[in-house]
């Protein structure tokens, strides 16, 4: 019990003090979830970006969504933002850190050039050496208290805090403690694990009407037609249930959850309105990332980099990820609403997802990204790192 509490404290925020009894804690607290947040962000745009480390990145965002669609709670979504916001500060105080050691270095580098040897010269590079050793010193006491940025304005209190800890053997083995904690918090094998059967789980739903689909943009005539007709009408039923089933797996963690469509209908019967609004909002925003690429990324300068591809895709589709997952969370348990009612919305998600996938052939023009798009299902699964 002792071991996953504290585990927690990396993985979760906790709860947010009353901003009336204490405004001070209470901006902290949001100042912590806003940087940790943002650089979580960061993180997984450059994971994502890479192949094999984008399953990783991959997994941590569904295990984002099973802790929502376990506890129906947004702020579940800050997952492992107390680590995120302390690597956030250890990064920002290096980033401050480099201003003025490259000042230093460019005036040493001057007198150097002006009177080579002289005192001026020397003074200046021993000045920048031991700015280095001042700065490097500073930052290792940081880390050495645990890392967050605000301790680097408190140089003296982390001397004796390490120096006592040093001094009642304690130090070392806080330090290696801390560390097996992070670990545990990251469980890199499970969030491997996660990624990769979440990925083959979405394609062996979609593998088949994908295919039959993208054949059409191959063919002519009445071929065509029929390809369009039987590929789009099995995209349209597939996508209308894949994102539950993909919340039910990562709700479970069970491979098996992706066959269990029984249970997803069920869960539609009993709140068809949340599912289709945030079914709806899923797949309208997963059409920006190819527009994006469409109508930004290539009129920047050449670059092959994707990770401003990951960003967009982070923002605008993982918070409505997010929103299916509470709406997952939230049809447990409730009352059936009148048939009508749940028939009025399959016909609004039906015609939602006839307009995304017109879309889907439509975008074959846009782009590098947009030829792939019949494959990649972006509201499902990340871009492509190739």
Request: with cysteine; glycine share 10%; aromatic share 14%.
């Amino acid at each position: 019990m002792g071991d996953e509490v504290s585990r927690d404290r990396w993985v979760s925020l906790t709860k947010a003090p009353h901003f009336l009894r204490d405004p001070l804690k209470s901006i902290a607290w949001l100042a912590q979830g806003l940087v940790g947040t943002l650089f979580g962000i960061i993180l997984l745009a450059a994971m994502a970006a890479v192949p094999l480390l984008n399953v990783l990145a991959y997994g941590y965002l569904l295990e984002i969504v099973g802790r929502v669609a376990r506890t129906g709670r947004f702020r579940s979504a800050c997952y492992l933002t107390p680590l995120t916001s302390r690597l956030a500060g250890i990064v920002i105080v290096v980033s401050l850190l480099v201003f003025p050691l490259r000042f230093l270095t460019g005036i040493a580098r001057d007198a150097s050039l002006v009177a080579p040897g002289g005192v001026a010269a020397w003074a200046w590079a021993a000045g920048t050496i031991l700015g280095g050793l001042l700065a490097g010193g500073l930052l290792l006491l940081m880390i050495g208290r645990g890392g967050s940025g605000w301790w680097f304005f408190r140089p003296l209190n982390n001397f004796r805090w390490i120096r006592t800890r040093l001094g009642e053997g304690r130090y070392w083995q806080d330090a290696d403690r801390a560390i097996d904690e992070v670990w545990a918090a990251l469980r890199p094998w499970h969030h491997f694990r996660l990624g990769l059967i979440g990925m083959v789980g979405v394609y062996l739903w979609l593998a088949l009407p994908t295919f039959l689909f993208a054949q059409a943009a191959e063919n002519t005539g009445r071929l065509q037609t029929l390809l369009l007709i039987l590929g789009g009408s099995a995209l349209i039923l597939v996508l209308g249930w894949l994102p539950f089933l993909q919340a039910h797996f990562c709700e479970t963690g069970r491979w098996r959850a992706f066959l269990e469509w029984r249970v997803v209908r069920e869960r539609f019967r009993r709140s068809p309105f949340c599912w289709t609004l945030s079914a709806t909002l899923l797949f309208a925003l997963s059409t920006l990332v190819l527009l994006y690429v469409a109508l930004v990324k290539y009129k920047l300068p050449p670059h092959d980099a994707l990770w401003d591809v990951m960003i967009v895709f982070l923002v605008t589709v993982a918070p409505a990820k997010i929103l299916v997952a509470w709406a997952w969370h939230r049809s447990e348990g409730k009352p059936e609403p009148w048939r009508t009612w749940q028939w009025l919305n399959r016909f609004l998600l039906a015609t939602a997802l006839g307009y995304y996938i017109y879309f889907l052939f439509l975008a074959r023009t846009g782009g590098q990204l947009g030829e792939k798009a019949i494959w990649q299902h972006h509201a499902l699964i990340l871009p492509f790192p190739f």
